[in-house]
């Protein structure tokens, strides 16, 4: 049994999506507004296992919503709705630290297996004892499940899109990869979009991974290319 927030404005929607969520086993809570829904997840910290986020909403967009909870250091894995499945939209929901995503209209069952997905993620980040795999490189821990990054004495809590794009890198490790590749081999993206969204998930990636940011030695830029991870 988890504890799910729905943030949805549509109120059949909403209703439609709590019977279902109930008949799992969960307990559900519905906000139709965004301002309403990013106050009741800062002051219940650790009330919810996961959120389904619409981004059309009165109040606060959803892109907005997941942005401040992440700024307030609040990860509570979080399933956006998006109206449209433009990349450029997908993108824009990942950057506000969205972990998943699902466009309308979408099937029940594919909503039901995604949140299996995160709140299975979840379990694993509260069981400490749980064998987990890690990706280690340059001195760097990746915990693959727990999502954390650890750099020294520091640690950071990844969404799962940007710790899919470090993995991916640094498997690559040593080759240039095209933002191309990078939308559609980590993403599944494949509609033509503005490809520059993926520099902004590399500047953050960069906060975590170098010393200094702006001059990168681990995640390079390859002029006309896309990027490389080096050791
Ligand atoms: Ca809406």
Redesign the pocket.
């Known amino acids: 049994m988890s504890h799910i927030l729905i943030v949805?404005?549509?109120a059949h929607l909403a209703e439609g999506l709590r019977f279902n969520l109930e008949a799992e086993g969960h307990v559900v809570d519905v906000d139709g507004d965004g301002q309403a829904a990013l106050d009741r997840l800062l002051a219940n910290r650790a009330t919810y296992d996961a959120v389904i986020l619409?981004?059309?909403?009165p109040g606060r967009n959803g892109f907005d919503v997941v942005k401040q909870l992440r700024a307030a250091g609040h990860f509570v894995p979080v399933l956006m709705l998006t109206a449209r499945s433009r990349p450029a939209d997908v993108l824009q929901g990942f950057e506000a630290g969205a972990d998943d995503y699902l466009p309308k209209p979408f099937e029940l069952q594919i909503l039901l297996a995604r949140l299996r997905g995160l709140l299975r993620r979840r379990q694993w980040m509260q069981q400490d004892q749980h064998e987990h795999e890690h990706l280690t490189f340059a001195g760097r821990t990746l915990d693959l499940e727990a999502l954390e990054l650890k750099v020294g004495e520091k640690a950071y809590q990844l969404t799962q899109m940007e710790s899919d794009l470090l993995q991916y890198l640094v498997r690559n490790a040593g080759r240039a990869v095209s933002r191309k590749a990078i939308l559609e081999e980590v993403w599944d993206l494949h509609e033509d979009t503005d490809t520059r969204a993926i520099d902004n998930f590399i500047v953050r990636l960069r906060r975590y991974l170098e010393v200094d940011p702006t001059k990168p030695q681990h995640l390079l830029t390859v002029r006309g290319v896309g990027y490389k991870f080096v050791e």
């Open positions: 949805e404005d549509e619409d981004v059309m909403l």
